[in-house]
Protein backbone atom coordinates (compact mmCIF):
# COMPACT_ATOMS: atom_id res chain seq x y z
CA UNK A 1 0.00 0.00 0.00
CA UNK A 2 1.34 3.15 -1.11
CA UNK A 3 -0.79 5.65 0.76
CA UNK A 4 -2.71 5.75 4.18
CA UNK A 5 -5.99 7.37 4.61
CA UNK A 6 -7.22 9.80 6.93
CA UNK A 7 -9.94 11.81 7.86
CA UNK A 8 -9.29 15.47 8.13
CA UNK A 9 -10.74 18.79 9.83
CA UNK A 10 -9.61 21.11 7.23
CA UNK A 11 -12.09 24.11 8.00
CA UNK A 12 -14.13 24.57 11.11
CA UNK A 13 -17.78 23.56 10.81
CA UNK A 14 -17.22 22.03 7.72
CA UNK A 15 -17.10 18.09 6.99
CA UNK A 16 -14.02 16.13 7.31
CA UNK A 17 -12.30 15.05 3.96
CA UNK A 18 -10.75 11.27 3.62
CA UNK A 19 -7.15 12.36 2.26
CA UNK A 20 -3.98 10.12 1.62
CA UNK A 21 -0.73 9.98 2.69
CA UNK A 22 2.37 8.50 2.15
CA UNK A 23 2.86 5.17 4.34
CA UNK A 24 5.60 5.31 6.38
CA UNK A 25 8.95 3.33 5.16
CA UNK A 26 10.84 3.16 7.80
CA UNK A 27 10.59 4.87 11.90
CA UNK A 28 13.23 6.33 13.52
CA UNK A 29 14.69 6.41 17.24
CA UNK A 30 12.27 5.58 19.60
CA UNK A 31 9.31 5.76 17.38
CA UNK A 32 6.55 3.72 17.04
CA UNK A 33 4.39 2.79 13.71
CA UNK A 34 1.13 1.65 14.97
CA UNK A 35 -1.58 0.23 12.77
CA UNK A 36 -4.75 1.86 13.86
CA UNK A 37 -8.04 -0.64 15.24
CA UNK A 38 -10.11 1.20 17.00
CA UNK A 39 -10.65 5.17 17.42
CA UNK A 40 -12.79 7.38 19.70
CA UNK A 41 -14.67 10.40 18.84
CA UNK A 42 -14.32 12.35 21.95
CA UNK A 43 -16.50 15.07 22.54
CA UNK A 44 -13.81 17.03 22.67
CA UNK A 45 -13.21 16.19 19.16
CA UNK A 46 -16.99 17.93 18.45
CA UNK A 47 -15.63 20.95 20.04
CA UNK A 48 -12.58 21.44 18.07
CA UNK A 49 -14.50 20.73 15.15
CA UNK A 50 -16.74 24.14 16.31
CA UNK A 51 -13.46 25.75 16.32
CA UNK A 52 -13.29 26.21 20.32
CA UNK A 53 -9.94 25.61 20.47
CA UNK A 54 -7.28 26.92 18.42
CA UNK A 55 -5.35 24.10 16.36
CA UNK A 56 -3.46 23.91 13.75
CA UNK A 57 -5.53 23.34 10.43
CA UNK A 58 -5.49 20.98 8.70
CA UNK A 59 -5.61 18.22 11.39
CA UNK A 60 -6.01 14.60 11.77
CA UNK A 61 -8.30 14.37 14.66
CA UNK A 62 -8.69 11.70 17.05
CA UNK A 63 -6.44 11.25 20.66
CA UNK A 64 -8.33 8.08 22.08
CA UNK A 65 -7.17 5.45 19.90
CA UNK A 66 -5.55 1.42 20.16
CA UNK A 67 -3.73 -0.43 17.67
CA UNK A 68 -0.94 -2.82 16.78
CA UNK A 69 2.57 -1.94 16.37
CA UNK A 70 3.68 -2.45 13.10
CA UNK A 71 7.52 -1.13 13.32
CA UNK A 72 9.67 -0.08 16.22
CA UNK A 73 12.32 2.49 16.09
CA UNK A 74 15.80 1.85 17.36
CA UNK A 75 15.80 1.78 21.33
CA UNK A 76 12.11 1.39 21.95
CA UNK A 77 11.92 -2.28 22.95
CA UNK A 78 9.80 -1.70 26.16
CA UNK A 79 6.70 0.21 27.07
CA UNK A 80 5.92 2.91 29.51
CA UNK A 81 5.87 0.15 32.35
CA UNK A 82 8.63 -1.69 31.36
CA UNK A 83 7.15 -4.54 29.95
CA UNK A 84 8.72 -5.92 26.64
CA UNK A 85 7.22 -4.36 23.44
CA UNK A 86 7.52 -5.92 19.95
CA UNK A 87 5.67 -5.85 16.37
CA UNK A 88 2.41 -7.52 16.72
CA UNK A 89 1.34 -6.09 20.28
CA UNK A 90 -1.59 -4.19 21.00
CA UNK A 91 -1.10 -1.20 22.30
CA UNK A 92 -2.54 1.93 23.19
CA UNK A 93 -0.40 5.98 24.46
CA UNK A 94 -1.24 8.24 26.60
CA UNK A 95 -2.30 11.09 23.86
CA UNK A 96 0.37 14.52 24.71
CA UNK A 97 3.73 14.39 25.08
CA UNK A 98 5.93 16.84 27.53
CA UNK A 99 9.48 17.80 27.38
CA UNK A 100 9.92 17.11 30.56
CA UNK A 101 12.07 19.82 31.55
CA UNK A 102 10.15 23.28 31.43
CA UNK A 103 8.91 25.68 34.50
CA UNK A 104 5.90 23.31 34.77
CA UNK A 105 7.34 20.41 33.82
CA UNK A 106 10.71 20.31 36.25
CA UNK A 107 9.63 23.08 38.89
CA UNK A 108 5.86 23.09 39.59
CA UNK A 109 5.09 18.97 39.04
CA UNK A 110 2.23 20.42 36.29
CA UNK A 111 3.65 18.23 33.42
CA UNK A 112 -0.16 18.79 31.78
CA UNK A 113 0.78 22.34 32.00
CA UNK A 114 4.43 21.75 29.82
CA UNK A 115 4.80 24.74 27.28
CA UNK A 116 5.82 22.89 24.88
CA UNK A 117 2.98 19.81 25.52
CA UNK A 118 1.87 18.45 21.98
CA UNK A 119 -1.43 16.18 21.61
CA UNK A 120 -2.01 13.33 19.13
CA UNK A 121 -5.07 14.83 17.04
CA UNK A 122 -5.20 18.08 18.11
CA UNK A 123 -1.91 19.83 17.73
CA UNK A 124 0.12 18.54 14.54
CA UNK A 125 -0.93 19.96 11.01
CA UNK A 126 -1.40 17.30 9.14
CA UNK A 127 0.13 18.86 5.96
CA UNK A 128 3.69 18.68 7.83
CA UNK A 129 5.36 15.79 7.13
CA UNK A 130 5.40 12.25 8.75
CA UNK A 131 1.12 13.60 8.73
CA UNK A 132 0.04 10.74 10.38
CA UNK A 133 -0.08 11.98 13.86
CA UNK A 134 -4.01 11.45 14.84
CA UNK A 135 -5.83 8.71 15.37
CA UNK A 136 -8.58 8.97 12.94
CA UNK A 137 -5.96 6.85 10.37
CA UNK A 138 -5.41 3.63 9.20
CA UNK A 139 -1.86 4.28 10.53
CA UNK A 140 -0.49 6.68 13.26
CA UNK A 141 3.42 7.11 13.90
CA UNK A 142 4.07 7.64 17.40
CA UNK A 143 6.97 9.93 18.25
CA UNK A 144 10.45 9.28 20.35
CA UNK A 145 9.21 9.86 23.57
CA UNK A 146 5.22 8.70 23.53
CA UNK A 147 4.40 6.85 26.42
CA UNK A 148 3.11 3.68 24.90
CA UNK A 149 1.42 1.05 27.14
CA UNK A 150 1.23 -2.89 25.71
CA UNK A 151 -2.09 -3.83 26.35
CA UNK A 152 -2.88 -6.40 28.32
CA UNK A 153 -4.51 -9.89 26.77
CA UNK A 154 -7.64 -9.63 29.45
CA UNK A 155 -8.09 -6.43 28.72
CA UNK A 156 -9.86 -6.18 25.17
CA UNK A 157 -9.48 -3.05 22.74
CA UNK A 158 -13.19 -1.92 23.22
CA UNK A 159 -12.80 -1.26 26.89
CA UNK A 160 -9.71 0.72 26.11
CA UNK A 161 -10.96 3.30 23.54
CA UNK A 162 -15.01 3.06 25.51
CA UNK A 163 -13.13 4.32 28.41
CA UNK A 164 -10.75 7.03 26.14
CA UNK A 165 -9.41 9.80 27.49
CA UNK A 166 -12.53 10.23 29.78
CA UNK A 167 -11.41 7.73 32.29
CA UNK A 168 -7.89 9.14 32.55
CA UNK A 169 -9.62 12.78 32.68
CA UNK A 170 -11.67 11.55 35.80
CA UNK A 171 -8.84 10.16 37.64
CA UNK A 172 -6.29 12.66 37.60
CA UNK A 173 -9.55 15.48 37.90
CA UNK A 174 -10.75 13.38 41.22
CA UNK A 175 -6.91 12.85 42.19
CA UNK A 176 -6.37 16.76 42.80
CA UNK A 177 -9.78 17.35 44.03
CA UNK A 178 -9.76 14.10 46.60
CA UNK A 179 -13.25 12.44 47.69
CA UNK A 180 -13.48 11.14 51.40
CA UNK A 181 -14.72 7.97 51.86
CA UNK A 182 -18.63 8.37 52.62
CA UNK A 183 -19.20 11.38 50.17
CA UNK A 184 -21.91 12.22 48.73
CA UNK A 185 -21.12 13.37 45.10
CA UNK A 186 -23.43 15.12 42.24
CA UNK A 187 -21.79 14.33 38.75
CA UNK A 188 -22.94 17.05 35.99
CA UNK A 189 -23.53 15.43 33.09
CA UNK A 190 -23.82 11.90 31.93
CA UNK A 191 -21.79 11.53 28.47
CA UNK A 192 -17.98 9.48 28.54
CA UNK A 193 -16.38 11.80 31.48
CA UNK A 194 -19.40 11.81 33.86
CA UNK A 195 -19.36 7.97 32.88
CA UNK A 196 -16.05 7.72 34.31
CA UNK A 197 -16.03 10.00 37.22
CA UNK A 198 -19.21 8.88 38.02
CA UNK A 199 -16.59 5.33 38.00
CA UNK A 200 -14.00 6.41 39.90
CA UNK A 201 -15.82 8.80 42.38
CA UNK A 202 -17.47 4.77 43.41
CA UNK A 203 -13.81 3.66 43.36
CA UNK A 204 -13.23 6.49 45.54
CA UNK A 205 -15.21 5.49 48.26
CA UNK A 206 -18.49 8.10 47.49
CA UNK A 207 -21.44 6.76 49.77
CA UNK A 208 -23.89 8.40 47.00
CA UNK A 209 -23.38 9.51 43.46
CA UNK A 210 -26.39 11.62 42.05
CA UNK A 211 -26.01 11.58 38.44
CA UNK A 212 -27.31 14.87 36.20
CA UNK A 213 -27.79 14.41 32.38
CA UNK A 214 -29.84 12.63 29.27
CA UNK A 215 -30.53 11.68 26.99
CA UNK A 216 -32.96 8.42 28.43
CA UNK A 217 -29.93 5.98 27.02
CA UNK A 218 -27.17 7.76 28.62
CA UNK A 219 -28.92 7.33 32.38
CA UNK A 220 -29.49 3.76 31.62
CA UNK A 221 -25.80 3.75 31.33
CA UNK A 222 -25.28 6.06 34.88
CA UNK A 223 -27.35 3.76 36.51
CA UNK A 224 -25.23 0.67 35.19
CA UNK A 225 -22.46 2.52 36.23
CA UNK A 226 -23.40 2.45 39.95
CA UNK A 227 -25.07 6.12 39.94
CA UNK A 228 -27.94 6.17 43.12
CA UNK A 229 -30.37 8.57 41.78
CA UNK A 230 -30.77 10.68 38.01
CA UNK A 231 -32.02 13.80 37.25
CA UNK A 232 -33.35 13.76 34.66
CA UNK A 233 -32.42 17.17 31.93
CA UNK A 234 -35.41 16.47 29.76
CA UNK A 235 -37.41 16.41 32.90
CA UNK A 236 -36.00 18.62 34.83
CA UNK A 237 -36.19 21.58 32.59
CA UNK A 238 -35.18 24.95 34.99
CA UNK A 239 -31.77 24.98 36.92
CA UNK A 240 -34.16 25.53 40.02
CA UNK A 241 -36.17 21.62 39.48
CA UNK A 242 -32.53 20.36 39.33
CA UNK A 243 -31.43 22.03 42.23
CA UNK A 244 -35.10 20.69 44.34
CA UNK A 245 -34.06 16.86 43.19
CA UNK A 246 -30.36 17.10 43.67
CA UNK A 247 -31.13 18.92 47.95
CA UNK A 248 -33.94 15.71 47.97
CA UNK A 249 -31.10 12.98 47.21
CA UNK A 250 -28.13 14.48 49.12
CA UNK A 251 -29.43 16.57 51.76
CA UNK A 252 -30.84 19.87 52.70
CA UNK A 253 -27.41 21.04 52.47
CA UNK A 254 -26.00 19.76 49.01
CA UNK A 255 -23.15 17.66 48.04
CA UNK A 256 -19.42 17.25 49.71
CA UNK A 257 -18.28 17.12 46.09
CA UNK A 258 -19.63 18.00 42.82
CA UNK A 259 -18.09 17.28 39.52
CA UNK A 260 -18.71 19.14 36.32
CA UNK A 261 -18.79 17.02 33.45
CA UNK A 262 -20.95 19.07 30.56
CA UNK A 263 -18.63 21.57 28.68
CA UNK A 264 -21.72 23.86 28.97
CA UNK A 265 -20.48 27.18 30.82
CA UNK A 266 -23.66 27.47 32.18
CA UNK A 267 -23.08 23.98 33.95
CA UNK A 268 -20.34 25.70 36.83
CA UNK A 269 -23.08 28.02 38.62
CA UNK A 270 -25.40 25.39 39.06
CA UNK A 271 -22.32 23.23 40.35
CA UNK A 272 -21.62 26.10 42.71
CA UNK A 273 -25.45 26.03 43.62
CA UNK A 274 -25.84 21.85 44.55
CA UNK A 275 -22.64 22.02 46.67
CA UNK A 276 -22.94 22.22 50.16
CA UNK A 277 -20.51 24.83 52.46
CA UNK A 278 -17.21 24.03 52.69
CA UNK A 279 -17.48 21.87 49.34
CA UNK A 280 -15.62 21.51 46.44
CA UNK A 281 -16.36 22.27 42.72
CA UNK A 282 -13.60 19.95 40.24
CA UNK A 283 -14.44 21.82 36.62
CA UNK A 284 -13.39 18.86 34.50
CA UNK A 285 -15.63 19.47 31.22
CA UNK A 286 -14.43 22.84 29.96
CA UNK A 287 -11.43 21.84 27.73
CA UNK A 288 -12.50 23.80 24.72
CA UNK A 289 -13.58 27.55 25.08
CA UNK A 290 -17.36 27.30 25.09
CA UNK A 291 -17.93 30.88 26.05
CA UNK A 292 -18.23 32.89 29.46
CA UNK A 293 -20.77 33.20 32.36
CA UNK A 294 -21.61 35.78 34.55
CA UNK A 295 -21.41 34.49 38.46
CA UNK A 296 -21.14 35.98 41.74
CA UNK A 297 -17.37 35.47 43.93
CA UNK A 298 -19.54 35.72 47.18
CA UNK A 299 -20.82 32.49 46.53
CA UNK A 300 -17.58 30.90 46.69
CA UNK A 301 -16.89 32.94 49.78
CA UNK A 302 -19.64 32.53 51.53
CA UNK A 303 -20.29 29.17 50.49
CA UNK A 304 -16.09 28.48 51.17
CA UNK A 305 -16.32 25.92 48.07
CA UNK A 306 -12.99 25.14 47.18
CA UNK A 307 -12.93 25.32 42.98
CA UNK A 308 -10.65 23.07 41.40
CA UNK A 309 -9.56 23.06 37.36
CA UNK A 310 -8.25 20.32 35.97
CA UNK A 311 -6.77 19.80 32.55
CA UNK A 312 -5.59 16.55 30.50
CA UNK A 313 -3.89 13.64 32.01
CA UNK A 314 -0.61 12.43 32.45
CA UNK A 315 0.90 8.78 32.07
CA UNK A 316 0.63 7.43 35.08
CA UNK A 317 -3.13 8.28 35.31
CA UNK A 318 -3.35 5.65 31.99
CA UNK A 319 -1.61 3.02 34.04
CA UNK A 320 -4.62 3.47 36.69
CA UNK A 321 -6.54 3.54 34.59
CA UNK A 322 -5.71 0.12 32.83
CA UNK A 323 -5.15 -1.64 36.61
CA UNK A 324 -8.98 -0.79 36.53
CA UNK A 325 -9.93 -1.86 33.12
CA UNK A 326 -8.02 -5.09 34.70
CA UNK A 327 -11.17 -5.76 36.63
CA UNK A 328 -14.05 -7.92 34.87
CA UNK A 329 -16.82 -5.79 35.83
CA UNK A 330 -15.40 -2.00 34.58
CA UNK A 331 -13.96 -3.99 31.60
CA UNK A 332 -17.31 -5.19 30.56
CA UNK A 333 -18.88 -1.85 31.68
CA UNK A 334 -16.73 0.54 29.73
CA UNK A 335 -16.82 -1.72 26.68
CA UNK A 336 -20.44 -1.32 26.64
CA UNK A 337 -20.40 2.17 26.31
CA UNK A 338 -19.95 1.51 22.74
CA UNK A 339 -22.99 1.65 20.71
CA UNK A 340 -22.10 3.00 17.38
CA UNK A 341 -19.13 1.91 14.67
CA UNK A 342 -18.11 3.78 11.78
CA UNK A 343 -15.71 3.06 9.05
CA UNK A 344 -13.50 6.24 8.23
CA UNK A 345 -15.75 7.39 4.97
CA UNK A 346 -18.25 7.71 7.65
CA UNK A 347 -16.59 10.04 9.60
CA UNK A 348 -18.76 13.16 9.30
CA UNK A 349 -21.73 10.55 10.48
CA UNK A 350 -19.86 9.28 13.28
CA UNK A 351 -19.05 12.54 14.49
CA UNK A 352 -22.66 13.89 14.25
CA UNK A 353 -23.44 11.06 16.86
CA UNK A 354 -21.56 12.11 18.90
CA UNK A 355 -22.76 15.66 18.53
CA UNK A 356 -26.52 15.08 18.75
CA UNK A 357 -26.11 12.80 21.77
CA UNK A 358 -27.52 9.94 20.07
CA UNK A 359 -24.91 7.21 20.99
CA UNK A 360 -22.94 6.01 24.60
CA UNK A 361 -20.08 6.17 22.60
CA UNK A 362 -19.25 6.58 19.29
CA UNK A 363 -15.59 5.01 17.43
CA UNK A 364 -14.43 4.94 14.27
CA UNK A 365 -12.66 1.59 12.89
CA UNK A 366 -10.37 2.34 10.21
Given at each position: ????????????????????????????????????????????????????????????????????????????????????????????????????????????????????????????????????????????????????????????????????????????????????????????????????????????????????????????????????????????????????????????????????????????????????????????????DAGTIEFRPHTITRKQIQ??????????????????????????????EITHRFGLSEVNEALATT????????????
Open positions: MAHVKAAVLVEYEKPLEVREYPRIESVGPGEALVRVELAGICGTDVHLWLGQLSIPLPVILGHEAAGRVEALGEGLSEDWRGRPLAVGDRVTWASSVTCGSCYYCRQKNQPTRCVSRKAYGISYCADDPPHLRGGYAEYILLRAGSAVFRLPDTVPTDAVVGAGCALVTAIHGIERTTISWGDVVVIQGTGPVGLAALAIAKEAGASRVIAIGGPKHRLELAREFGADDLVDIEQATTAAERLKQVLAAAGPFGADVVIECVGHPEAVNEGMDFCRDGGKLLVLGQYALIGSWGFEPRHVHAGLNLLERSAWKDMFASREWRSGKTVIQP
